[in-house]
Structure formats: C-alpha cells, structure tokens
C-alpha cells in the first residue's frame, strides 16, 4: 500500500463546477499537506499549504484536511479551463524534509 | 517570491555525454535543494537532497556515481547525469526550500526535458 493515495482520474467537468481533489494517507506523523499544480511540461506550482487539521481558502481554491480520516481535500470553486493541469498532494512529517506525493489527478475543464 | 531557475529546460543529446543541469533560488538562499525525476503520467519520485556545502543524501537505489550532485552556494545546486544512455530519458525537476525555514514548502522549477538519443 502507498504512503499516499490519489485517484490518477483524468477528470473532466464544465467550467463553471466545483471540483473535489482528494488524498489519503496512511501515515498518522504526516503534519504538513500541500497542494501543487502543475501544467503539462512545467514544474509543479504550490497551491496550498496547510498545517495540520482544518481548512484554508485562497480565493476560488480550499484545502481541507482530516487527521483523523487521514483524508486532504482540494475544493475548486467557479472551475476555469485555466485550471486544466494535473493536482498533485504533498504531505510530509514534521522535522523531515522529504516530501511524498500522491500520484497526481489529471483534471480538464471543458469551456 | 519564492522562484526557483532551473536551465537549461530541453537537452537532446547523443548516449554517452554527460548533462549538467543548474537550479537557482532567484530571490533566497536555500541550504537545502532537492532533485526529483518525473516519468509521463506519473508522480515525482525524489532522486536526492543536496546540503549547501556536504555531500548528497542520495534516495535507495539512485546511483550516486551517475548523477552527480554539487551545491556550491547557497542559491545554486547542480545535477550532472554523466555517460547518460535512453534509459536516463527523463523530466528533472529541482526544488528549494528557504534558508532556516525547516517548516516552509518546497518551491520548484520548471524542469529540463532530457532526451538522449
């Protein structure tokens, strides 16, 4: 079993719906979570970076993380053909340095 | 802020030629740079953590002799993938993380698409 889970999709909707992204993970230790975006050929962009449980929202975009689900989420609200790209998961125990990732969601929204 | 620079970003080049990539922190200094290789469609897999002045910690089964690690200064680390053949056919990327900020994330440069032919 994988440290970190996430369905690889690809997942298509309309512009204008809200997207779910989601992870799981089975180390308890996991402390930091963070969100990456990245566009075909490009390295990965931080989107968002949270500190153990609750939410966080930047504009059209919330992370949530449930510790005790071991269970991150990635809302996308009001989706832009823009936000076409793959949506990586990021999660490391505190003191380490060495991120693990999920495998990444490819996600397409079509004008 | 927070940019990373990595060039070049496409290398082709013949089997047995050794490639150097670079990777900047534009706009901090970064004590600790990290190397990834990414396959198509697939997640970044960490090859190895590069500490400004010492040596690389190298990730269980990268062979540290084919790629070379050097982090000479605090904004720059370099990877050299040296008699590179097809199979080191790959997307490089490099990450930094701030100077003494052990809890801020990770940024990334675009990476360098290497072919060899």
């Known amino acids: 079993q994988k440290e970190v889970e996430q369905d690889p999709g690809p997942l298509s909707v309309p512009e204008g719906a809200i997207v779910s992204l989601n992870c799981t993970y089975s180390?308890?230790?996991?402390?930091?979570f963070m969100w990456y975006r990245q566009y075909s050929r490009k390295g990965p962009e931080l989107l968002m970076y949270?500190?153990?449980?609750g939410n966080k929202e930047d504009g059209r975009f919330t992370a949530q993380v449930d510790k005790s689900s071991k269970y991150i989420s990635l809302f996308i609200r009001d989706s832009q053909p823009s936000d076409s790209a793959t949506y990586l998961c990021?999660?490391?125990?505190?003191?380490?340095?060495?991120?693990?990732f999920g495998q990444g969601t490819r996600l397409t929204i079509n004008p | 802020g927070a940019v990373v620079s990595q060039h070049p970003s496409r290398v082709i080049c013949k089997s047995g030629t050794s490639v150097k990539i670079e990777c900047r922190s534009l706009?901090?200094?970064?004590?600790?740079m990290f190397w990834y290789r990414q396959f198509p469609k697939q997640s970044l897999m960490l090859m190895a953590t590069?500490?400004?002045?010492?040596?690389?910690?190298?990730e269980q089964g990268v062979e540290k002799d084919k790629f070379l690690i050097n982090h000479a200064s605090l904004t720059l680390s370099t990877l050299t993938v040296t008699s590179a053949h097809p199979e080191d056919s790959s997307f490089y990327i490099c990450?930094?993380?701030?100077?003494?900020?052990?809890?801020?994330?990770?940024?990334f440069g675009d990476g360098t698409r290497l072919s060899i032919l």
């Open positions: 990450s930094a993380r701030e100077a003494g900020e052990v809890n801020q994330p990770q940024h």
């Open positions: 180390n308890s230790a996991f402390q930091y």
């Open positions: 949270t500190y153990s449980s």
């Open positions: 990021a999660m490391r125990v505190q003191g380490a340095q060495k991120l693990v």
């Open positions: 706009d901090f200094q970064a004590t600790t």
């Open positions: 590069s500490n400004e002045g010492s040596k690389a910690t190298y």
